[in-house]
């Protein structure tokens, strides 16, 4: 029983330490792309931040675990998407979400209040439309498998 229990707090600490390694490695490779596309330097970059060079450079090269003050003023001054940082694992698609997120953000409470039941139906037509699409597709699979001549196959059983 005690064995068991080791190993599970064991397993859960690799899991954790693989975790934090892939969400370094994708906050160095977010501030370096980021920063980048804002055609700034890593010394100008630093100078913003409030931090040496060297650390930007360790961050970008996924040597560095910066503190949180470092992090949070990274995220402000680049406008990293978090969720990219923190779940590295999200898909691609998710930044359709944080465009979304984004606009959202820049709106004001009315807006938000108009804006809420309107997304809420587009969703629920999208998703009804995406059933009836895949249960079309289903039934068409089946029917084709259902139309499908067996005896080549029941013929090929034999011979064997």
Do not use: W
């Not at 190993?7 to 792309?33: F, P």
């Not at 910066?66 to 992090?71: D, R």
């Not at 807006?111 to 039934?139: F, G, H, N, T, V």
């Amino acid at each position: 029983m005690e064995h068991t229990k080791v190993y599970g707090a064991q397993h859960i600490i690799e899991k954790e330490v693989n975790y934090v390694t892939s969400s370094i490695i994708a906050l160095g490779d977010i501030v370096r792309e980021t920063r980048k596309s804002k055609h700034m330097s890593q010394k100008l970059l630093a100078d913003k931040v409030g931090v040496c060079k060297r650390t930007i450079i360790d961050i970008e090269t996924n040597i560095g675990n910066p503190k949180f003050e470092v992090l949070f003023r990274l995220t402000r001054e680049l406008d990293l998407p978090l969720y990219q940082i923190f779940y590295p694992d999200v898909p691609e698609n998710f930044e359709e979400k944080a465009v979304l997120l984004h606009e959202v953000k820049e709106c004001s409470a009315d807006e938000i209040k108009m804006l809420l039941p309107l997304i809420r139906s587009l969703k629920d037509i999208l998703r009804a439309e995406a059933k009836e699409k895949e249960e079309k597709k289903e039934a068409m699979e089946k029917k084709e498998t259902e139309d499908k001549p067996m005896g080549d196959i029941v013929l090929k059983e034999i011979r064997v």
